[in-house]
């Protein structure tokens, strides 16, 4: 006991100066590198790690997905039509030590070549490619930065348009194009309704043709739903008067034959 309370001078110096500065702690979502004079010799797990001080450096690799927006930019489709297209990057660490010996920054270098994919794929569309096929294009885009990414031990998950910005006139030109397709469509179902009420029209016709009586009986009802509004004309049509005169002679054949049978 008494040696340790001798040594204790010495011990208290060599663990503040070399132990104590050797432990570093590791967050769940990192790795550590370690380098030693200046050469990788390993990887840290996540918790309470102790490598020697002074000789030894770690540096912290964060493994959780990052968002990168993709800045703004004009770019001239296939069909001559200039556009604003941001867009946004999701990507991920998945080999600390080549993200850090491969490329110096890992989310400068995939902000640059994002914008250029971007510029390169989508000049490769026509404007209405642009606006209809946004998940074939950002797969393609993915798919590109992916391969670009993969030597520096990063994915790229996702990567979406995220505004396409028009012109005014263009988007003037599109609305009235919108609005000429509306009209289109609307005179079509008119057109097809004017054929259908023809054709129901001709089996009427046909029908009244056969049957004089039911002609009259319309008239009839007609002349009905102009009583209930309460109109003070009415315009008997000329085929009225002949129903009334149908309807004399019917009630009297009617008659006779009722007599005799009597």
């Keep these: ?6 040594l204790m001078p010495f011990l208290i110096p060599i663990f503040v100066f070399l132990i104590l500065p050797g432990f570093r702690v590791v967050k769940q979502y990192e790795q550590g590198v370690i380098f030693r004079f200046g050469k990788i010799i390993s990887s840290r797990e996540p918790g309470l790690n102790w ?5 030894d450096k770690m540096v912290k690799i ?41 490329i110096e920054n890992v989310m400068s270098a995939i902000n640059q070549i994002a914008q250029t994919t971007v ?7 026509q404007l209405d490619e642009v606006l209809s096929e946004r ?55 008119a057109a097809e309704g ?12 046909d029908v009244m043709a056969a049957h004089p009586i039911a002609l009259q009986l319309r008239n009839l009802q007609t002349m009905s739903e102009i009583s209930v509004e309460k109109n003070s004309t009415i315009i008997f049509p000329a085929q ?14 009617e008659k006779i034959a009722s007599g005799s049978i009597k």
């Design 62 to 102: 964060d493994f959780r997905t990052i968002t990168l927006p993709v800045p703004t930019q004009k770019i001239i489709t296939k069909d001559n039509v200039s556009v604003d297209i941001s867009a946004v990057a999701y990507y991920k660490v998945v080999d600390a030590q080549k993200s850090i010996i491969a």
């Design 1 to 6: 006991m008494a040696i340790i309370f001798a």
């Design 135 to 189: 998940d074939a294009i950002n797969k393609e885009i993915r798919t590109v930065l992916d391969a670009h990414t993969e030597a520096w031990g990063v994915v790229v998950s996702i990567v979406e348009i995220k505004d396409i910005e028009l012109p005014e006139n263009m988007q003037r030109a599109m609305a009235k194009q919108a609005e000429a397709e509306r009209e289109k469509r609307a005179k079509v179902i």
């Design 119 to 125: 510029r390169n794929i989508v000049g490769r569309f």
């Design 51 to 55: 490598m020697i001080p002074y000789v």
């Design 194 to 205: 004017e054929l259908l009420a023809s054709k129901k029209l001709a089996e009427t016709a």
């Design 240 to 253: 009225f008067m002949s129903t009334v005169t149908d309807i004399k002679s019917f009630m009297e054949k």
